[in-house]
């Protein structure tokens, strides 16, 4: 990797966090109000009867109530499952307990259905750190997004969830960082 490029990504991605630590309780009910509506406006435009979304830690863009939503209307939800090798598993998570996974993310209990079980559903959503004005994404270092993205041979779309000031000019960019077909903030809904 470009040490000037690591720099720069590792930089970016300090300023992102602190950002996210110093919001209020009310800002982030307030984008949460927004991420989900958002988001099942992108469910109902895509007619999608199955998803995969990630949970979210308490820092990151709260994706809790977009995923009840659409349990609550029997649409499967996939939840990703980091694995030592850099790859995700998936799984449902019908157990309905959460772990802390080797990431550091939640992760749900249920039944591993394995790498390949993303290939079946008809929207991705998926965390990052920023998105710039091409859609490429910057994620949060450990490149298990990028790696799954990158090895879909029929990918649907996938949509990242980032606060408004999270949609950034550029991003620096290495050979293996996937791109997203749109962005969800808490106000806007961007497609590429």
Known sequence: MDSDIE???RALRAELRERRHTMTAA???AATAGFTENLQSIVLDLSAR???CYLSSPTEPNTRP???WAEARGIRVLFPVSRDDGLLDWTVGEEETEVQGISGAPEPQGELLGPIAINDVDLIIVPAAAIDQTGLR???GRGYFDKTLGSMEKCPPVYAVVYDNEYVDEVPREV???PVNGLVTPTR???F
Do not use: A, C, L, T
Request: aromatic share 10%; proline share 0%; charged share 30%.
């Open 7 to 9: 720099h720069r990504k």
């Open 27 to 29: 800002e982030r009910d």
């Open 50 to 52: 199955s998803i995969s």
């Open 66 to 68: 977009f995923v009840n």
């Open 138 to 140: 910057m994620g949060w």
């Open 176 to 178: 293996h960082d996937q």
């Open 189 to 191: 809904i961007v497609v």
